[in-house]
């Protein structure tokens, strides 16, 4: 055999082997078409996308951050915790210091120090969770159940539950710009942010490490893998973009509040299960995200053109949906299997 | 001739158009212990679940005490007094011995409800049948592996088991407990029971059975009385190949030792271990399980941390703070449960073989180089002639002793300078240990230093240099294998002559 | 380093164009439809789909439909959420409609969305969200001190001007809710001397959950033994209250009040636990924001005393110093007298 | 000697003891923990989150786990009501909770199915049928708040007996629904103890290919299981409704994660194979007491949540770390003997 051949059936095994992208993307073209026909003059039109783009960064970025604790075999369910109270803390330092009427250029410093500042208070949220994961052995779910309140209750405690607004004009003029009047910087983020991390799970190390980790912690023990700091740097990741969704959120509604986006939790772990995440570790892709998350803005916003249906349609079609993916996956492992074993008596 | 127990004729069984089975014959008499041997693959395990009701063969007989069946559903096989014992035992950890033993009964009496009084008269008379002293009320999973699998026969027995049949119930046994396994076996076999002994390990099959059946690709090769088989054709027919006598001379040049380890203790685990290990050496450590030897070269590799005691490699003591600053010094470790301490079973071939390189195989930002990993794949699939088909495939897809090999080649990846094997050949096929034994002398040859950790007696006799007796967490003493035995190595180990 | 900075943002200004967001003064009148009537697409946009009072709220939306003909309709998001009403409105702009009403989860966090709604020429009528500055107006059936006040007013009655009190709000970071507790609370320290906010627990938080207004209430009574009244907000404080104080035997003792729906409470006014809750109907709410949207799409100029057909909603006042907030007198004090005459 | 031994491994002293310490703390701040008035209100808050936690402890002993609970009681008490209220049903409140139950019954049978037969994985399974559920509700039913049948508003004025605090005067009332908590906690004991279902759902947990190979009906037995989860789901919400006197939809929603947090708590083990009822009904009662009590304790509003997310995390780390230790000692005494 000679080596391009065996290149090529490698390739050509790894996307056989992710038949989950490719019902997404058939599934994905399916709604898209679906609703473009249903409604042709309003879905699928510029200022449709133009509001969609608005719409999924700040939850897309959080789903991803989930999706990363959950290729680690974890789960990260503060993430809404994590955005809002960096927002606050941000909000707070530019509410607080920056001078009235200043100018734009003189705003500047300020807001850079801000975003930085909600940037490390996202940081070590992240790394607290982290923590209590790896070096304190509490099943995921139940320390960032944990933190999810703490995260919360401290941007209540801190703001009394009042929203935080009064923002200087710049940071929201920045926040809510858009490229060619189309294109939304939250969008930009959002893209940079996906590919980031999409080339980080497949083209380095780390990605790897953690794709390891995540289908057996005792065996990357094993080969020289430091679980903890795995751990650790994946929480913190996910809290890092859990702060730049809060940034997002934070522009959007220029102001930060701590019950912002709660709703948004369980959607993004729906959003990564459905997105081929196993939520045992070990398996998923950015792509496999992305476009879970596109479906569910088509779907949403697709309904929310039917005045006459409720928005809670979405949530039985997206709960029938990932039940019929799994049934489907299923069935089609059941055969792969079948093969395997017949594969391996050869 | 005495009537079978059990009869198979002309079993076939195929798998989407794979032949597993293609005709297989075999019978087993009354009281009498015979051994199904082969590789793994062979169709050992597809004939056991026919004959346990597992699957419908496609032609072919079973008779059981006379009865013809075309085929058995895993509940008749059971009612006809067929037992499995699994290779995991099929135990509950969770549950006390006492419902661990008298489940199956309730549920075989299609009882409803569960009563702790009788539980515990079925369950200590299970016990008594062995002489099996345990604690009825403790929870299985706080017991040793030897006694789950004394439970796992009590169990059989009390199902008013006709045949008990037992897949590789030796692998995760230590030599002592092997010892205790057979001479249950034993009695059994004095009150009549008849036992199909399932392995392929020949000194196994040596020692306890009178007749046996070879299979390989799912046909006879050979079937006869055990007294009338020497090694050699065994071996010869398990495999199909014909292999050279083992034996391992490092060359006479005495080197610097490269590892020191001196007085180095780990509280309830071993104590005042010192010992020299030299490029080119296989340094074998045996022992019972308990007696501190796995423990020791988990230290090395930086799993844990001594309580005492200093290591030097080069001559520069050293501290193994984790597994990281092993690797960096050149330590591997291939460890004694492949499954899950070795291999991360649902991932490609290439990334178990590549996990512990990456530092190596990525550049300063951390990105991977995909085509020197890919180069890397290539090589030691090659190198160590690793049956995949594609390194895209999962590991789980790969047999026993190339799923050992994926993980040899992970360390042999890296530049090592000394590799750790524990249990190296541990569940592998003999073509497969063969394969690893020949590899391991060759990289001594080329000046690696090596440490077999296993309670495989010939194995350590076969491959190592030297070896070191452990006993409760202590040397007991060194020894030159050319000039010991195995009930040498074996009466240093017990303690007991 | 900051110049270069400096130079990419610029930069990037340039190239990007933002969308106009801030509180621009619009004129109403340039709002005026060029579209036939029967086109019109008007969206009434409430906190969330499930509660008792935005389901009434919807009564009056196809209650306006079905009497003027115009293609108005409710659309909420799943779950109170400041950023999930957003989304709707996104969708709603991107859809074209012609206005858009809003009764806001947090006016603040509504700001942007709400002035892209503007700058796209969709008429925006707010309710209970008289902060808000991107809407053209904000239509109260009551300003929020005035409720606050009210609200106020019934408690001390019952509490006889004098006593502990402390107030309970659906969550602390309800932001009309704390508006109104507010404004009652400095009512009491203006005009009931003797009447005392409980100094350990000033604001209680009920999570919008009837249950939980009830276990916080026997808290409440069981800690602070002086404690007399409860001044709420959520429409499920009284009913969860009042059952606190019926089964701790402190009827007559205790005290209750907030914005209440009539069935909710009945049983309770009618045993004498409670005394009165306040209401404003939100089926006419409902109607009146789209009259409202009505009346600009019409070009209307919209002045004191303007009336949008809803009982109290009848002669619209603008609030004092605002030329936004309009206020009706809209709330009713339902009493055991009078709650059987409202059917919901 | 030996029991001793076994008792220190479990989980439920730890709870117990902690229970203890936060009523005292409770009793020194508030003068209140220990009055039977007090007593009684705990007893009622607990009713719901211990009949949702009997099902949830169940289903993490057979190593699974489930998130749709709440939504199938919300769903299945909801329905009831609306049925009741339509054709104005005025009989025995049997009904409704023979009603909500046998809905559950549905809702769990296809839980059940597709994670017994087409063995999906439990999580993402519940998550999905939780927002379908949710979705039918609000959506196809579009559910909102409302009165509840006058049988279901009658059930929920029957009380047991009235507690009174001497010092005070205050009286609670002990409601009648305490009596189908004992009810089921019995028949939960009497099943997981004394029948072979029960046996077999820790036998599930603890190796599921064993108890197939044992002879369990793996398939059935989920299949039981979450339907009886569903069962009791459908009962949990008529009880919670007829307490109040009110059905609120979203009342019960997001109950699965404080409830799941609870039987963790309680010492079950969340890979499933071990629990015990006692120690879920400490861990409800320690988390029922801890959200009942931060008034009497006199945490200010705006900081109930910090201290409730410290304690799930103090909690569940205790928790966590024992049974490491346990393990650890346990590899000790293994080597000790061997």
């Not at chain 1, 069935?331 to 074993?341: D, Q």
């Not at chain 3, 009259?291 to 209307?300: D, S, T």
């Not at chain 4, 399974?125 to 559920?133: E, Q, R």
């Amino acid at each position: 055999m000679t080596t391009t051949k065996t290149a090529d059936s490698v390739r050509r095994g790894r996307s056989a082997r992710d038949p989950n992208l490719l019902r997404l993307l058939v599934m994905l073209v399916f709604v898209f078409v679906l609703m473009t026909v249903l409604r042709p003059n309003q879905f699928a039109t510029m200022a449709d996308f133009n509001s969609m783009m608005r719409q999924f960064p700040e939850y897309g970025i959080m789903a991803i951050g989930i999706s990363l604790t959950m290729i680690t075999g974890g789960i990260d369910l503060g993430v809404v915790g994590t955005a809002n109270l960096s927002a606050i803390v941000a909000a707070k330092f530019l509410i607080g210091t920056v001078p009235r009427g200043a100018a734009p250029a003189q705003v500047v410093p300020y807001l850079i120090i801000a975003v930085l500042l909600s940037l490390s208070v996202g940081l070590v949220c992240g790394a607290f969770a982290g923590m209590l994961i790896s070096r304190f052995n509490i099943p995921a779910i139940l320390a960032t159940l944990g933190t999810q309140q703490l995260f919360t209750g401290i941007a209540i405690g801190i703001t009394s539950g009042r929203p935080q607004s009064g923002l200087p004009l710049l940071y929201s003029r920045i926040g809510n710009m858009e490229f060619f009047r189309f294109v939304p910087i939250s969008f930009v983020i959002f893209f940079v942010v996906a590919v980031g991390v999409g080339i980080m799970l497949s083209r380095t190390r780390f990605g790897t490490y953690m794709y390891m980790m995540g289908t057996n912690p005792r065996a990357s023990r094993y080969a020289g893998l430091n679980n903890t700091s795995i751990t650790l740097r994946t929480y913190m990741i996910s809290g890092l973009l859990s702060s730049v969704a809060g940034l997002i959120m934070m522009a959007r509604a220029n102001s930060a509040k701590a019950d912002y986006g709660a709703p948004y939790t369980l959607q993004c772990v729906l959003i990564a299960v459905l997105g081929g995440i196993n939520p045992n570790g070990g398996f998923g892709t950015i792509g496999g995200v992305t476009m879970a998350i596109l479906i569910l803005q088509f779907l949403s916003s697709g309904l929310n053109m039917f005045n006459n249906i409720s928005n809670f349609y979405r949530d039985v079609i997206w709960g029938g949906v990932l039940i019929l993916v799994l049934v489907f996956n299923k069935l089609l492992s059941w055969r792969e299997e079948r093969r395997a074993v017949r594969k391996s008596m050869n | 001739m005495a009537a079978s127990v059990l009869r198979v004729e002309g079993i076939t069984k195929s798998f989407g158009g794979v032949q597993a089975l293609k005709g297989v014959n075999f019978d087993i008499a009354p009281g009498e212990i015979h051994c199904l041997a082969g590789e793994n693959g062979s169709g050992k395990s597809t004939l056991i679940k026919v004959v346990s009701g597992v699957y419908e063969p496609d032609a072919g007989k079973i008779e059981i005490n006379g009865q013809q069946f075309s085929h058995l559903t895993p509940k008749e096989a059971i009612g006809l007094g067929i037992q499995v014992i699994y290779q995991d035992f099929s135990v509950f950890p969770n549950l006390t011995v006492m419902e661990n033993l008298a489940l199956n009964n309730e549920l075989m009496d299609k009882r409803k409800l569960m009563s702790y009084k009788r539980a515990r008269a079925i369950a200590g008379n299970a016990v008594s049948q062995i002489e099996f002293d345990v604690d009825l009320d403790e929870r299985v999973e706080n017991l040793s592996v030897a006694d789950r699998q004394l439970i796992a026969i009590c169990r059989a027995l009390l199902q008013e088991a006709k045949l008990i049949i037992m897949d590789e119930p030796t692998s995760a046994l230590t030599k002592k407990e092997v010892k205790a396994l057979f001479a249950v076996i034993k009695r059994l076999q004095a009150r009549g029971l008849p036992i199909l002994f399932v392995s392929h390990k020949l000194d196994e099959v040596f020692e306890i059975s009178e007749r046996y059946t070879i299979l390989r690709s799912g046909e006879n090769v050979a079937r006869g009385n055990t007294k009338e088989l020497d090694r050699k054709t065994f071996v010869f027919h398990m495999t199909g190949r014909q292999f050279e006598d083992e034996f391992y001379r490092p060359s006479a040049a005495k080197r610097e030792p490269i590892l020191s380890v001196r007085e180095l203790s780990l509280q309830g685990a071993y104590s005042d271990i010192s010992f020299d290990l030299s490029p080119g050496e296989i340094l074998g450590v045996t022992g019972l399980l308990g007696s501190g030897r796995t423990e020791l070269v988990e230290t090395l590799f930086g799993i844990s941390q001594p309580d005492a005691g200093k290591i030097f490699i080069r001559g520069k003591e050293v501290r193994i703070k984790s597994v990281k600053s092993a690797i960096r010094k050149g330590i591997g470790y291939v460890p004694s449960d492949r499954l899950t301490e070795g291999l991360f079973l649902p991932q490609s071939v290439e990334r178990n073989l590549a996990i512990t390189a990456l530092d190596r195989l990525s550049d300063h930002f951390g990105f991977l180089r995909r085509s020197a990993i890919a180069d890397m794949t290539r090589k030691w699939i090659g190198e160590l002639s690793i049956a995949a088909k594609s390194p895209a495939l999962p590991v789980w897809a790969l047999s026993g002793g190339n799923q050992q090999k994926v993980v040899l080649a992970r360390w042999l990846a890296n530049d090592l300078s000394i590799l750790m094997l524990n249990g190296p050949t541990m569940g592998v096929d003999i073509g497969s240990k063969y394969d690893i034994h020949v590899l391991m002398r060759e990289l001594a040859a080329r000046g690696l230093a090596i440490i077999i950790v296993s309670d495989d007696l010939p194995e350590v006799l076969a491959c190592a240099s030297r070896i070191l007796v452990m006993r409760d967490g202590a040397f007991v003493q060194e020894l030159d294998p050319s000039a010991t035995t195995e009930s040498k190595l074996s009466e240093l180990s017990t303690g007991i002559a | 380093m900051k110049r270069r900075f400096l130079l990419v943002v610029s930069l990037v200004m340039v190239f990007a164009l933002a969308v106009p967001l801030f509180a621009q003064s619009y004129d109403p009148m340039s709002f005026k439809s060029k579209k036939p009537m029967s086109q019109w697409k008007i969206a009434l946009v409430p906190k969330d789909a499930t509660n008792a009072w935005f389901v009434r709220m919807e009564v009056g939306v196809k209650q306006f439909a079905k009497d003027t003909g115009i293609n108005a309709f409710q659309k909420g998001p799943a779950k109170t959420d400041a950023a999930m009403q957003a989304q709707v409105i996104e969708d709603l702009i991107a859809q074209g409609v012609d206005a858009i009403c809003v009764v806001p989860v947090d006016p603040a966090a509504l700001e942007p969305v709400l002035g892209l709604a503007l700058s796209r020429g969709i008429v925006v009528i707010d309710h209970e969200g008289a902060s808000q500055q991107n809407c053209l107006y904000d239509i109260e059936a009551f300003s929020n001190q005035g409720l606050g006040q009210t609200i106020m007013v019934e408690l001390a009655k019952m509490m006889g001007e004098k006593g502990v009190y402390t107030t309970m709000v659906g969550n602390v970071t309800n932001a009309s809710h704390n508006e109104w507790a507010d404004a009652g609370v400095a009512y009491a320290k203006a005009h009931y001397p003797n009447m005392t906010l409980l100094a350990a627990e000033p604001r209680v938080e009920i999570m919008d959950n009837l249950d939980t207004a009830y276990e916080r209430a026997k808290e409440l009574f069981k800690k602070y033994p002086n404690l007399k009244g409860i001044f709420g907000t959520s429409s499920l404080s009284s009913p969860g209250v009042a059952r606190a104080i019926e089964e701790l035997g402190l009827k007559g003792k205790a005290f209750v009040t907030s914005v209440g729906l009539p069935n909710e409470n009945k049983v309770y006014l009618k045993d004498g636990t409670l005394q009165s809750v306040l209401l404003w109907d939100p089926r006419d709410a409902g109607y009146a924001q789209l009259a409202m949207a009505v009346k600009i799409l019409k070009g209307e100029k919209i002045e004191n005393g303007c009336n949008l057909t809803a009982p109290g909603w009848t002669s619209m006042q603008f609030a004092p110093g605002s030329t936004k907030v309009l206020q009706g007198k809209g709330w009713i004090t339902i009493t055991k007298d009078n709650v059987d005459s409202f059917g919901f | 000697m030996i029991s001793l031994r076994r008792i220190t491994k479990r989980s439920e002293p730890y709870v117990l003891a902690a229970i203890i310490l936060l009523s005292l703390l409770i009793q020194v701040r508030s003068g209140q923990f220990f009055s039977g008035n007090n007593l009684v209100d705990l007893a009622r808050s607990l009713i719901v989150p211990a009949l949702f936690s009997v099902g949830c402890m169940m289903v993490i002993v057979s190593g699974g786990i489930d998130v749709s609970f709440p939504a199938i009681a919300s769903l299945a008490m909801y329905v009831t009501d609306k049925l009741l209220l339509a054709s104005n049903y005025s009989g025995n409140v049997i009904l409704a909770y023979a009603i909500s139950a046998g809905l559950g019954l549905l809702m769990g049978a296809l839980n059940g199915f597709l994670i017994g037969f087409l063995r999906l994985p439990t999580l993402v399974v519940t998550l999905g049928t939780s927002s379908l559920y949710t979705g039918l509700m609000f959506g196809a039913f579009s559910a909102s708040a409302s009165d509840v049948p006058p049988s279901i508003a009658k059930h929920g004025k029957e009380i047991l007996f009235t507690a009174t605090n001497p010092t005070m005067g205050l009286t609670s009332n002990m409601p009648s629904q305490i009596l189908i908590l004992i009810a089921v906690l019995i028949l939960a004991f009497f099943l997981l103890r004394y029948t072979m279902l029960g046996r077999g759902i820790y036998a599930i947990g603890g190796d599921e290919t064993a108890a197939e190979r044992a002879g369990f009906n793996v398939r059935g037995i989920k299949m039981f299981l979450y339907c009886f989860v569903g069962v009791l789901a459908g009962i949990t919400g008529i009880a919670r409704i007829s307490m109040m006197s009110y059905a609120d939809p979203s009342t019960m929603l997001g109950m699965e994660m404080t409830v799941i947090a609870a039987v963790v708590l309680g010492g079950t083990r969340v890979t499933g194979g071990m629990g015990t009822l006692t120690g879920t009904i400490l861990g409800v009662a320690l988390m029922t007491i801890l959200s009942n009590s931060l008034i009497l304790i006199g945490i200010p509003t705006y900081w109930t949540r910090v201290f409730t997310g410290a304690v799930i995390i103090i909690g569940t780390g205790v928790t966590a770390h024992q049974t490491i230790s346990t393990r650890r000692r346990r590899a000790q005494s293994q080597k000790a003997a061997a």
